[in-house]
């Protein structure tokens, strides 16, 4: 039989318009190009990942891949109790590693770290607004990597840019507590405008399509909003004017190579890391705002990259 | 009695006496006030301090009701609620216990939406009234599955309406992937976007953009007077509420169950099905999956709580508006995390939903009861 | 056991069902309580077993002040009711309907069944009262379910026992093993209340009466010394006639036409089994019989609530075998339910409301999609002043009048009907002596302008007293037929045929 | 009726006889059949093609019971159902409409959880059975808490436990985030895990560790056991059916109804407790704050397709497990839409519960029905 790649969604399904589209993307890219046959099963509850990777096992899949930290668990489980069995698990990894796990996490911090860079550069009323959609780490490491892209913007140019909605040191700050509502979106971003700031980014999935159906109401010279995981110029067309930029993890690429890796039989257990250095994550072009964004600005953004890439900046302080 | 009452004695009305008042005015008063008590202490065990729990307390208010805007989100937020509500109240005094809702909702929603966008071409004032009508339809039509099974096999009610709210996700999610139906361009399950002739027109953009507030208010009011009509004037509101209360006299009166059944359920669908139409016409110009965001459930407690009276019904619909508008608030300004306050706003439907307890736990306020049973 | 009423008061709003009532009730003696629909008999009795606490007042057992909290204080006390609307669980079988409260019970919690039904058993055969202990109540006709009732405290073996209207679905021969039965309880040392209307079953049983008129005791005495028009005055306040006075019997067409009927029960059991008959303009037709041989699947399917398997009904030469209830009411049949709490009225709905349950699309009550309200409130409670249906207001919910003014309610609205037959099953049922004269007098007033009239009583002097053919139904047939124009009837003959002698 | 003859009984006895084996067995298998045909004519409907239908039944199949792990799959997923079932089956048995199962789960999942952490040092006899009563009671009490309210002030229990239900998602959320509960060095919601000797052991992992059927079973065979003997032979079970039928006549028999009430609610929440404690200490080993995974919603349909008898619910819940497991296989076999699976397990589920639409469809397969009401 041809080679298969099985993945297992969380409950967001493999429609989200985020990071489960976006795997599965990787698997379709794979389907067209290496010639392989991909499957998928949908969680609909927690309850489901033990369940459906359990009913994937049985020496039909050549690669189980699973998305998200919400998986962790149950992907562990099943590995080790199918060590012939090889996994690999999206945007989570795993300390000691095991061996036949390959974890594909983002160094999203990165990306976002210029993000906060860039809005400072941008915003009007020094204010900067951020949310998530659950208090864990792999959203959590957006909202890091904004604020202290903002505070590095501080440093150098002598400003008092403010972002509301996180605190990288004690951890806390504004959760939807869910990634679905869009009416959530719309009233987090309307709250962080009511208290002055102008470009919001939220980090909670199709959440965020809420917070851009306000900053399209509002207008643009209100409210921007930064996009998360794609390019949400080019995946919320509609409402695409609002975006300043956005902060990509190139999920599809990496769960590309896996399974590559796989095929080539070069699998090792262990991290495969996204970084600006790889093109794993990134930051999106401006598109419609590029003429907002001064070139200066541009040119310290282009420096930070390299610095981030070089190990002159420290990202996480 | 000893002498014969006369004729005009017996049909002389009666006055709203003062246990009325108390059970309508002074025990919701009294039940949100010890709801935020309870709230407060909850608060301070979770160690909020005193500053933020008045912070937040004045939140709710000004959220819900201090300015133009809280209006505004409170009297949106409640429009939904009170439609949907209004249908279930309809179902209860029939008997029926139509949780299916929500599936009502989602299909009267995709019915006004898909005939919006089709009949672009009508001329604006038949364009918002037919996709009203046509979401009407969607939901009534879905509603009178379930009332038709349950008057023809005996199948119970609530189980059917639970499988059809389960049918109505996914069929939301096949119709919303359907080329004449989807957003062009777009892979995700998103519907094209209704034409503006066909939306609920905002009332209030000309003082504020941001005002929400539309329409579909008018709806709502009209609904609440229509149903009340129904329920308490109509011949069919006295054959639904005649075999609701007791199914076997209606059956001896001569009504017909089975009908009866199936024309309760269908206008309680309709009224769902308007609530949908509401929201897809009037908050989002267009369908996704979510769009029915959970109304349908609330509407039951909306429903129960307004003890299915109309009146009672609008009352708590904007209650529950008015909790939801001034809860975003208050997460804002106090910080409040959104936990505390889904608490206190179950705390404050409790106690509203049990008069029993405030009068209890506040004897004092209230005259003594009498002639209560033993 | 002795007990003490002393100074009771119990309120409802502002109806005062018992004022200052002070009552006494004696161990070893049959107490009557007399008093017409709506003076507070009920009310009185339900404070004395627990179920509603009394305003002003208290109760004494052997002179000790007594509180109860709920029927079930009453009930450890010593004090057994039969309520005058069953208390009955439909899908329990009887013998679970009577241990209900006071299961037997094994280890564990264990509730033993075998034991309730044995001991069910011992009483139906001790007492004579035949039921089937595993029979299920809602599959029962109305006066087998009083039985039950009577069963449920006799098990209790309670030392006061109430008795409210326990005789008003009874057959004569019941009411007659029935009074064995409290006789053998008084002279076992119990004290007995009974609350009836039928005032020779008074004078039969009770050892001393009270009288209570608009919620107070207006009067004592000794039953053997007064006569039926004396204690029919005491109760009313006003002279009662108990003639009924008819004009000759002159019958025009038929209006009804049952031919070659069979009706089956719900569990496939014929209930009637090939009957003719038929009812002519300007005649009352009674059918009598003991419960349970078919009386009521008949008027079911007269009034088309139940199916008929084969046979035909004609009404005014008019196939009706297959037509709506609602198109049979439209076309003026009228029909008095014998269960009226169940299926006559709607407790929670106004007087108003139930007043016009089977009328309101009519075009006196309603025009178009709606109901006047006006107009409906305005006949109801001229209806209800027609029929003295004593109730504080139309608005009242009809839940709250008293047994027998519910009964008057169902009447009046089915008599104020434009009607040409009246079927009518247990038409006085629970009401006073005052209130049969008037529902007599305005059946025979239906048949002396022409209409037709069926009556379906157990109360075999009713259907004597008012009927111009009697019927009797047995085992699903009409087993004899006696003409009651000619003269009077043999009784005992109507008996025997009830019992199957003619079979 | 004086007598009836002999060869009148046997009849009756006999027609009874295959009327319930047409409702018990007949009856169902045509239901499926039926729902297959239509589900089958939906699948073509969006193009799907014939083999695939064809493989997607046998996945149906062979994924609930076509082999070990499919069984395995089936009654892992049947075990909280039923036991979340009973627990609403006792309710509507004493005429409760307790819609709180979900928050009862939620609530006993919690205590169960804690309890088997906290605890971990107890011996292995002493620590899973703990739990596990642990879980029931927490499930008891929270619902005790509606009881309690619906016998003392009236307020009804339907928007009680709705209430208590959003109530228990943000105590679970606020437990979650406890330092004594969450897991170490964890930001997100989610408790620590139990200890192996608090978990439900796993049975067949002998065979194969992928097995996940687990001792959960025993508990709920024992389940549907204990609520057969208290609701059909224990006297606390007779007071619940009296009050459930006739409220009115329980009371004036004595019985006290706001006992019952109460009574009834706590054992109905203990067993949705219960179902939390098989999830957690069965399933996850430790609590998230969607480990409810909707149980208490589904057991709703559970309980009254089972119409609230214990084996009705027994079955019922085996039915939804197996439903369950194969539409996975379905998924994965045939890449058929989870869309589609959904809406091919409701129409199982309406036809089942319609055993009058069934007996109208095909009438010719059952005997002709008589003498029904008019
Ligand atoms: N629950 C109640 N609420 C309001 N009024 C009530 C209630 N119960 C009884 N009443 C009123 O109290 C009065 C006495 O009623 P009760 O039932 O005691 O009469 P009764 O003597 O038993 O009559 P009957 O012979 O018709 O049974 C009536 O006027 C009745 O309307
Ligand atoms: N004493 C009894 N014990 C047990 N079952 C009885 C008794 N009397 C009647 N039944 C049963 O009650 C059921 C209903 O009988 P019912 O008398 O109501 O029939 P019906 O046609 O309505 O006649 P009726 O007008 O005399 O009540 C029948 O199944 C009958 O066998
Ligand atoms: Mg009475
Ligand atoms: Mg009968």
């Not at chain 1, 309307?190 to 980014?201: S, W």
Request: net charge negative; with cysteine.
């Amino acid at each position: 039989a041809a080679f298969t790649a099985c993945q297992v969604t969380d409950t967001g399904g493999i429609d989200d318009n985020s990071f489960n589209q976006t795997a599965w993307k990787g698997v379709l890219d794979a389907q067209e190009q290496l010639g392989i046959s991909g499957r998928f099963l949908e969680s609909q509850a927690e309850t489901d990942y033990e369940a459906n990777i359990n009913s994937l096992l049985g020496g039909q899949c050549d690669i189980i891949i699973t998305v998200g930290f919400l998986l962790g668990d149950a992907t562990k489980a099943a590995a080790e109790a199918n060590p012939d069995q090889r996994f690999s698990i999206v945007d989570y990894s795993y300390e000691p590693v095991i061996p036949n796990v390959l974890g594909q996490i983002y160094a999203t911090d990165e990306a976002a770290f210029m993000a906060g860079y860039l809005a400072a550069g941008v915003s009007e009323t020094g204010i900067l607004g951020v949310f998530g959609g659950i208090n864990i780490p792999t959203v959590t490491v957006f909202m890091d990597g904004f604020v202290r892209g903002a505070e590095y913007y501080n440093a150098q140019h002598g400003t008092a840019v403010s972002v509301l909605g996180w605190n990288p040191e004690t951890k806390e700050g504004l959760f939807t507590n869910n990634f679905d509502s869009l009416d959530d979106g719309r009233a987090f971003a309307q709250n962080l405008y009511d208290e002055g700031a102008d470009i919001v980014l939220p980090v909670a999935g199709p959440v965020g399509l809420g917070s851009a159906a306000l900053a399209d109401e509002l207008g643009v010279e209100k409210l921007k909003i930064v996009g998360v995981d794609a390019d949400l110029y080019y995946t919320d067309t509609e409402k695409q004017h609002v975006y300043l930029t956005s902060i990509t993890k190139q999920m599809d690429a990496t769960v590309m190579q896996v399974i590559e890796n796989t095929m080539n039989d070069t699998f090792e257990g262990g991290n495969l890391v996204g970084s600006l250095s790889n093109g794993g994550v990134d930051l999106a072009p401006f598109h419609d705002m590029d003429a907002l964004v001064p070139d200066s600005l541009k040119q310290e953004l282009a420096g930070i990259r390299q610095g981030i890439i070089d190990g002159t900046i420290a990202v996480d302080r | 009695m000893t002498d014969r009452t006369t004729t005009e004695k017996l049909a002389r009305g009666r006055l709203i006496g003062r246990s009325e008042f108390e059970d309508l005015v002074l025990v919701p008063i009294i039940a949100v006030a010890a709801a935020l008590i309870l709230g407060a202490l909850t608060m301070l065990a979770t160690n909020v301090d005193l500053a933020t729990i008045g912070r937040s307390y004045v939140a709710l208010l000004v959220g819900s009701v201090g300015s133009l805007n809280a209006l505004s989100e409170t009297l949106t937020a409640a429009t939904p609620l009170v439609l949907a509500g209004l249908g279930l109240a309809l179902g209860f005094r029939a008997g029926l216990f139509n949780i299916g809702a929500e599936g009502q909702v989602l299909m009267g929603g995709m019915a006004a939406v898909i005939f919006g966008f089709s009949f672009a071409a009508l001329p604006a004032v038949l364009l918002l009234p037919l996709s009203l009508l046509a979401g009407a339809l969607g939901g009534a039509l879905y509603a009178s599955v379930a009332g038709w099974l349950r008057a023809t096999t005996g199948a119970h009610e609530v189980i059917l309406t639970i499988m059809l709210n389960s049918i109505s996700y996914r069929l939301v999610d096949f119709l919303l992937s359907l080329p004449a139906v989807q957003k062009t361009g777009r892979a995700d399950p998103i519907s094209k976007s209704v034409p503006e002739a066909a939306e609920l027109p905002r009332l209030l953009t000309w003082i504020d953009p941001n005002l929400r507030v539309h329409a579909g208010i008018f709806l709502m009011l009209a609904a609440v007077a229509v149903i009340f009509w129904v329920l308490f004037r109509s011949k069919l509101g006295f054959e639904f509420r005649a075999s609701g209360e007791n199914p076997e006299a209606a059956r001896f009166a001569g009504m017909r169950s089975g009908v009866i059944i199936v024309a309760a359920m269908a206008a309680s669908g309709a009224l769902a099905g308007l609530a949908g139409a509401n929201q897809v016409l009037g908050v989002l110009g267009r369908a996704t999956p979510g769009f029915s965001a959970g109304i349908g459930f609330t509407a039951i407690s909306v429903a129960l709580l307004g003890r299915s009276h109309p009146v009672g019904v609008l009352l708590a619909g904007l209650l529950f508006g008015a909790l939801e508008a001034g809860g975003r608030q208050m997460q804002v300004d106090a910080g409040v995390s959104i936990d505390l306050i889904s608490i206190i706003q179950a705390l404050i439907i409790v106690f509203i939903a049990a008069p029993l307890l405030v009068r209890a736990i506040f004897p004092w306020v209230f005259r003594r009861a009498q002639g209560a049973k033993g | 056991m002795d007990i003490e009423l002393r100074g009771v008061t119990k309120r409802f709003g502002e109806v005062v069902a018992n004022a200052d009532v002070n009552l006494t009730i004696r161990a070893g003696e049959v107490l009557g309580l007399l008093g017409e629909n709506g003076a507070g008999k009920s009310t009185l009795m339900n404070v004395l077993s627990g179920l509603y606490r009394p305003d002003e007042g208290e109760i004494l057992i052997d002179g000790e002040p007594a509180r109860f909290e709920g029927p079930g204080d009453a009930i450890r006390a010593g004090i057994g009711m039969v309520h005058q609307h069953f208390m009955l669980v439909p899908v329990f079988t009887v013998a679970e309907n009577v241990v209900l409260g006071v299961e037997p019970t094994g280890r564990a919690d264990f509730l033993d069944l075998e034991t309730a039904r044995r001991q069910v058993h011992d009483i139906k055969e001790k007492y004579g009262l035949e039921v089937d202990p595993d029979a299920r109540i809602e599959n029962l006709p109305v006066g087998v379910q009083q039985r039950v009732e009577i069963i449920k405290v006799l098990f209790r073996s309670a030392d006061v026992l109430i008795l409210d209207e326990p005789t008003a679905v009874l057959t004569p021969q019941e009411v007659e093993e029935f009074f064995g039965i409290v006789r053998a309880l008084r002279d076992a040392g119990k004290a007995l209340v009974f609350i009836t209307h039928k005032l020779n079953e008074i004078r039969e049983i009770a050892d001393r009466i009270s009288v209570i008129r608009a919620g107070r005791i207006v009067g004592e005495g000794d039953p053997k010394r007064l006569d039926r028009k004396e204690l029919a005055e005491m109760m009313v306040g006003r002279p009662v006639s108990f003639d009924v006075v008819k004009a000759p019997y002159a019958p025009g067409r038929t209006l009804l036409d049952v031919q070659d009927l069979t009706i089956l029960r719900d569990n496939d059991e014929i209930a009637v089994d090939h009957l003719s008959l038929s009812v002519r303009s300007g005649e009352i037709v009674g059918i009598a019989g003991v419960q349970g041989n078919g009386q009521s699947a008949l008027i079911e399917a007269l009034t088309g609530l139940r199916r008929a398997a084969s046979g035909q009904i004609l009404f005014e030469d008019q196939d009706i075998t297959h037509a709506s209830v609602r198109a049979r009411h439209r076309m003026g049949i009228a029909h008095i339910p014998e269960d009226r709490q169940r299926v006559g009225i709607i407790k929670n709905f106004t007087v108003a409301e139930n007043m016009v349950l089977d009328t309101y699309y009519d075009e006196r009550f309603s025009s178009g999609p709606q109901i006047n309200w006006k107009t409906v409130n305005a006949r109801a409670a001229a209806f209800a002043e027609d029929f003295d249906v004593r109730t504080p207001s139309v608005f009242e919910s009809a839940g709250h009048l008293s047994g027998g003014n519910q009964q008057k309610l169902v009447v009046a609205r089915e008599l104020s009907r434009e009607i040409t037959l009246v079927v009518a099953g247990q038409p006085t049922r629970g009401l006073d002596v005052g209130s049969i004269e008037y529902i007599h007098k305005r059946l025979v007033e239906a048949r002396d302008t022409g209409d037709g009239v069926l009556i379906i009583s157990s109360e075999l002097d009713e259907i004597m007293a008012l009927s111009d053919r009697i019927l009797v139904m047995f085992k699903g047939r009409i087993v004899a037929e006696f003409d009651a124009t000619q003269g009077a009837v043999d009784k005992g003959a109507v008996g025997l045929a009830m019992a199957g002698a003619a079979a």
